[in-house]
């Protein structure tokens, strides 16, 4: 599968029906350039992945082109029109790895986009099935890039939402410190933010599970924290003529929200009380991103800030934000993510006055048998 570094012209639709070329217009135009915070001539999501899915190559291109047109079909005319799609992508990804003719990448990128599918779809319930066999196929090709901070991204925040099994202590672990190194500061569209944050949040995921928390363990958390409050991402721009409106403030911002937002996670995970100076302060600077950075791009520190708010006014914020994103973006994952974030307000408000500590398990609250919430 090759890496193309432009993305086709229009034109191509001519060879398919007219309704699958106003799906892959769509997608081109909207929904490629919505999913990353940097639509440059990195932007995978449109550079990487369209011209491989109209290659006609292998069997997994064309069950990529029917991922795609899927996820366009439900964002435009809802879950029934996706649905034979979806099969029909289900379909050719199947029959691609029963006979082995190649295509690894296209393969790959199926699954991520049924994930991308699953997200948009807030009714499904298949991401963690399709983002295991990313992960599986990930493992025989060759590494490339995009889809692999594309996985990482999907891997890290799932690993969020199923929250970590517990282990006794830090040495039972495989737990390093991120890499500070320049180019894990770079902002990547597709993440949002830099490598070396997400890794921190990761590294945060693992702290989550750990019983004995104290010597090695406090030392590693308080590197942690150290790192992310001296964090610094660059964004790193290289436009081309296929380039969309690069907006570097909302970009910095975006890749800013999730710095603090890692932050906030760590103090959490570290039982410090939502109503503290330390995370008060933090929870301040990220309200005035999310109120100010226009349409808000990115649910999971929208999520992790949610669930330290203290005040009413903080929580009028908060849905006020929700209330944009869904009236702009219309992603599934969105009434799911609002839905937790209610649960979690009223539950504080039970055990308020009742000497019970504020700090609630969401995880607790959600029955994860029926699905995995994202927060993509």
Same mark, same amino acid.
């Given at each position: 599968?090759?890496?193309?570094?432009?993305?086709?012209?229009?034109?191509?639709?001519?060879?398919?029906?007219?309704?699958?070329?106003?799906?892959?217009?769509?997608?081109?135009?909207?929904?490629?350039?919505?999913?990353?915070?940097?639509?440059?001539?990195?932007?995978?999501?449109?550079?990487?992945?369209?011209?491989?899915?109209?290659?006609?190559?292998?069997?997994?291109?064309l069950s990529l082109r029917y991922a795609i047109l899927a996820v366009s079909a439900y964002h435009?005319?809802?879950?029934?029109?996706?649905?034979?799609?979806?099969?029909?992508?289900?379909?050719?990804?199947?029959?691609?790895?029963?006979?082995?003719?190649?295509g690894l990448r296209g393969q790959f990128a199926t699954c991520m986009m049924l994930c991308v599918?699953?997200?948009?779809?807030?009714?499904?319930?298949?991401?963690?099935?399709?983002?295991?066999?990313?992960?599986?196929?990930?493992?025989?090709?060759?590494?490339?890039?995009?889809?692999?901070?594309?996985?990482?991204?999907?891997?890290?925040?799932?690993?969020?939402?199923?929250?970590?099994?517990?282990?006794?202590?830090?040495?039972?672990?495989?737990?390093?410190?991120?890499?500070?190194?320049?180019?894990?500061?770079?902002?990547? *569209?597709? /993440?949002?933010?830099?490598?070396? $944050? %997400?890794?921190?949040? +990761?590294?945060?995921? #693992?702290?989550?599970?750990? @019983?004995?928390?104290?010597?090695?363990?406090?030392?590693?958390?308080?590197?942690?924290?150290?790192?992310?409050?001296?964090?610094?991402?660059?964004?790193?721009?290289?436009?081309?003529?296929?380039?969309?409106?690069?907006?570097?403030?909302?970009?910095?911002?975006?890749?800013?929200?999730?710095?603090? *937002?890692? /932050?906030?996670?760590?103090?959490? $995970? %570290?039982?410090?009380? +939502?109503?503290?100076? #330390?995370?008060?302060?933090? @929870?301040?600077?990220?309200?005035?991103?999310?109120?100010?950075?226009?349409?808000?791009?990115?649910?999971?520190?929208?999520?992790i800030t949610a669930c330290e708010v203290v005040c009413d006014e903080q929580r009028i914020q908060?849905?006020?934000?929700?209330?944009?994103?869904?009236?702009?973006?219309?992603?599934?994952?969105?009434?799911?993510?609002?839905?937790?974030?209610?649960?979690?307000?009223?539950?504080?408000?039970?055990?308020?006055?009742?000497?019970?500590?504020?700090?609630?398990?969401?995880?607790?609250?959600?029955?994860?048998?029926?699905?995995?919430?994202?927060?993509?």
């Amino acid at each position: 599968m090759s890496s193309p570094q432009r993305s086709l012209k229009f034109g191509y639709e001519t060879t398919l029906e007219s309704r699958d070329a106003t799906l892959l217009s769509y997608y081109t135009e909207v929904l490629s350039r919505m999913i990353t915070t940097i639509d440059d001539s990195l932007n995978g999501f449109r550079n990487y992945l369209l011209p491989n899915a109209l290659a006609d190559r292998y069997l997994s291109c064309l069950s990529l082109r029917y991922a795609i047109l899927a996820v366009s079909a439900y964002h435009l005319w809802g879950t029934e029109a996706a649905v034979q799609y979806k099969i029909s992508a289900i379909r050719f990804l199947s029959q691609s790895i029963q006979t082995g003719g190649g295509g690894l990448r296209g393969q790959f990128a199926t699954c991520m986009m049924l994930c991308v599918g699953d997200v948009f779809d807030g009714a499904d319930g298949s991401w963690p099935t399709h983002l295991k066999a990313a992960r599986e196929i990930g493992l025989t090709m060759t590494k490339d890039h995009f889809l692999n901070t594309w996985l990482l991204y999907h891997d890290v925040l799932a690993d969020f939402s199923r929250g970590r099994r517990q282990v006794q202590s830090i040495s039972s672990t495989f737990l390093g410190a991120p890499s500070a190194n320049p180019e894990n500061k770079v902002i990547i *569209g597709s /993440l949002g933010c830099s490598l070396e $944050v %997400l890794e921190c949040i +990761s590294c945060i995921n #693992e702290l989550s599970g750990i @019983v004995e928390r104290h010597g090695e363990y406090q030392d590693f958390a308080q590197g942690l924290v150290k790192q992310l409050e001296n964090a610094h991402q660059i964004s790193s721009i290289l436009e081309d003529d296929t380039t969309g409106k690069i907006d570097q403030i909302k970009i910095e911002k975006t890749a800013e929200l999730y710095r603090l *937002g890692a /932050l906030i996670y760590l103090h959490s $995970v %570290l039982l410090v009380p +939502s109503d503290s100076d #330390e995370i008060q302060r933090l @929870v301040i600077k990220a309200l005035k991103i999310l109120t100010s950075n226009g349409v808000c791009t990115s649910p999971w520190p929208l999520f992790i800030t949610a669930c330290e708010v203290v005040c009413d006014e903080q929580r009028i914020q908060i849905l006020d934000v929700l209330e944009d994103m869904q009236s702009e973006r219309r992603i599934g994952n969105l009434e799911i993510v609002r839905g937790i974030i209610e649960t979690v307000w009223k539950q504080m408000d039970l055990t308020e006055g009742n000497g019970v500590s504020k700090r609630i398990d969401w995880r607790k609250l959600v029955d994860m048998r029926q699905r995995i919430p994202s927060f993509i």
